[in-house]
């Protein structure tokens, strides 16, 4: 069982930046992969960006060049940097992972980020 719990989520105007961070239960090089999702209102989740054991990042082309994942390997934690924030990147972000000993999918409770004037 790997926890995450997340933070940072809030209110901000657009045009602004955030920094969500997920703390992992486990050591992260334990894990394929850490990585952010979304689900805005209505709306299916959606990747945002992933960052594997290794450190290779992947992101949805979308928001490349706004968002930026990266990783604490010391505190089991990764950071997503939101630049340039826009309405509808309204949504909950959650934290995702993969373990890699046994391939169980993991979650985190979801952090809101609200972006309006």
């Known amino acids: 069982q790997v926890q995450l719990v997340e933070s940072g989520g809030g209110l901000v105007q657009p045009g602004g930046s955030l920094r969500l961070s997920c703390a992992a239960s486990?050591?992260?090089?334990?894990?394929?992969?850490m990585g952010w999702y979304r689900q805005a209102p209505g709306k299916e989740r959606e990747l945002v960006a992933t960052?594997?054991?290794?450190?290779?990042?992947n992101y949805a082309t979308s928001l490349k060049g706004r968002f930026t994942i990266s990783r604490d390997n010391a505190n089991n934690t990764v950071w997503l940097a939101m630049n340039n924030l826009k309405p509808e990147d309204t949504a909950v972000y959650y934290c995702?992972?993969?373990?890699?000993?046994?391939?169980?999918?993991?979650w985190g409770q979801g952090t809101l980020v609200t972006v309006s004037s």
């Open positions: 486990a050591s992260i090089f334990s894990l394929n992969y």
């Open positions: 995702n992972t993969i373990s890699r000993p046994t391939g169980l999918e993991f």
């Open positions: 960052i594997t054991w290794r450190g290779s990042t």
